[in-house]
């Protein structure tokens, strides 16, 4: 290689799950290899971190909801989501993350809670806890949350509206920022020297945040953990949710079917985040998808649709209830939604119908709608041989502008141990996946950002300012 050659960008690989049966695979439980239903057994979920950790994933990405998907058929019915076990039952994912913690030592976990449903007082402790216990390996996955089902069970009677749910949470960030950085100073906890207390008292503050929404005075119930902030991530478009993410997140999580596709939203966040004084390249771009490897072209397709049997239909139409809002049952099964009169579905299926290759002028009803989510949800499906979908995802680096890929899975285990197999020795080989962790038994941050010593927010993240310094009487922006 000549000197001038830039070094190619290394990717970031997640795995993508939930703590359910199924999480964008719903029926797959009655494939006989799917250890789906295993969620609840703990040593299922460390055994997966360290063969995955073994590989290099860069972590185990779980998504949440604080609901069932009952818009199909409904309102309120979770007769259709229960037989597939889509999403529904659903334990909490955080804490099983210290056992999976204590049995590795690199690999990262990032977990999803909302800033709707919890108090920020409550969360800061929680993953605060988590992060000690990691040893700084815990990331935040910040929801708005998007289901009514939650909305009821927490005691409203319907969802708090959209753009006011992002207002509430980017007080919420401002709130737990104070909790993290700004109420223990750095040096308030020296047990070493025999001389003092625990703690400084003088080094433990108050917050006393005040605010529209929220009152929190803390102070911040835990000592400051490794990364104090967890590492941030987001997943949002709309016009809100983006600028939530320039401003505060760390990685942001897309789907797309096609990276031409995603590049306007990755631009845009970039860009805002320039806007804002942060380095757009700190802003971590992940794509969703699933990856189906096999040892040729023909294997992958056979496994795929072989894969595809075992999917449940009515599991798949009620997962696309719960993410859209609408209830598919109300239109006729011979409704073609690419010419529906609903606006916000017909984008949807255009968008999809404009980019699946073969399916030349079929209808785009019920079942065609619902075959194309039973695997994979609404994210990319790339499959075939290790060439091929290698090929596929440096076209998403180069024209969408992503950072990396959360891998979702057909089936669990065994969608992981093809992509182990065959993709990860590929990427490998390309020089585009890395061979070990940039920072062995370091924080998610450090080997997020490939940066031994990077285990604190950025200094151009807004969080940053909240920072109280060892030495100071008080933080800096107490006194601004
Ligand atoms: C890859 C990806 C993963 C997501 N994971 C979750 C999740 O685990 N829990 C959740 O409540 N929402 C999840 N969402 C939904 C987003 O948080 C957000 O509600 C949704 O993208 C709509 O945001 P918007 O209204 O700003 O477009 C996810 C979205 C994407 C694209």
């Excluded at 299922?44 to 609901?67: M, P, R, T, Y």
Aim: charged share 20%; proline share 6%; net charge negative.
């Amino acid at each position: 290689m000549g000197s001038s050659e830039s070094p190619k960008k290394q990717l970031i690989l997640n795995a993508f799950a939930m703590q359910s049966p199924s999480h964008l695979n719903p029926g797959l439980h009655r494939y006989a290899n799917d250890q789906g239903p295993a969620y609840k057994d703990l040593q299922n979920w460390v055994s997966l971190a360290q063969k995955l950790e073994a590989a290099k994933f860069h972590a185990i990405f779980f998504a949440d909801v604080l609901g069932g998907y009952d818009v199909y058929k409904g309102p309120a019915n979770l007769e259709p989501t229960i037989p597939s076990g889509a999403q529904f039952p659903i334990n909490d994912p955080l804490y099983s993350v210290p056992a999976m913690a204590a049995a590795t030592e690199s690999i990262s976990f990032g977990v999803t809670a909302s800033t709707t449903y919890e108090a920020p007082y409550a969360l800061a402790r929680r993953f605060s806890t988590v992060d000690h216990l990691s040893k700084g390996r815990v990331g935040w996955n910040i929801v708005t949350s998007y289901l009514e089902s939650a909305a009821r069970n927490f005691g409203l009677n319907t969802q708090i509206e959209h753009d006011e749910r992002y207002r509430i949470a980017d007080e919420y960030l401002n709130v737990v920022y104070q909790l993290w950085e700004g109420s223990w100073r750095d040096d308030a906890v020296n047990v070493k020297d025999g001389v003092t207390g625990y703690a400084d008292p003088k080094a433990v503050r108050q917050i006393n945040h005040v605010g529209k929404y929220f009152n929190v005075p803390g102070p911040h119930l835990c000592e400051p953990s490794p990364q104090r902030t967890p590492f941030l991530l987001q997943a949002g478009t709309s016009t809100a949710g983006k600028a939530f993410a320039a401003k505060h997140a760390e990685a942001i999580f897309l789907h797309g079917q096609k990276p031409e596709l995603i590049r306007p939203s990755v631009d845009n966040v970039r860009q805002q985040a320039k806007d804002i004084g942060r380095d757009p390249s700190s802003v971590k771009v992940i794509a969703g998808i699933l990856a189906i490897v096999a040892e040729t072209d023909e294997a992958a397709h056979a496994k795929f649709a072989e894969l595809c049997q075992y999917g449940d239909r009515e599991g798949a139409l009620a997962l696309f209830g719960g993410w859209s809002g609408y209830d598919l049952s109300k239109w006729a099964d011979d409704q073609d939604f690419r010419f529906v009169e609903q606006p916000a579905v017909r984008s949807m299926v255009n968008h999809w119908s404009s980019t699946v290759p073969g399916m030349g002028d079929k209808r785009w009803d019920k079942k065609t709608i619902s075959e194309y989510l039973v695997l994979g949800g609404n994210g990319a499906k790339i499959i075939g041989s290790a060439k091929t979908v290698a090929d596929e995802l440096e076209r998403w680096v180069e024209v969408g502008d992503v950072d990396g890929f959360n891998l979702s899975y057909a089936s669990i285990p065994d969608t992981f141990d093809d992509i182990i197999k065959y993709l990860i020795p590929e990427l490998q080989s390309r020089g585009i996946f890395h061979t070990d962790y940039a920072v062995r038994g370091g924080t998610f941050r450090e080997n997020m950002y490939g940066e031994k010593g990077q285990t604190r927010l950025p200094a151009a993240h807004p969080g940053s300012k909240y920072v109280w310094r060892a030495g100071e009487a008080t933080p800096q922006y107490a006194k601004e």
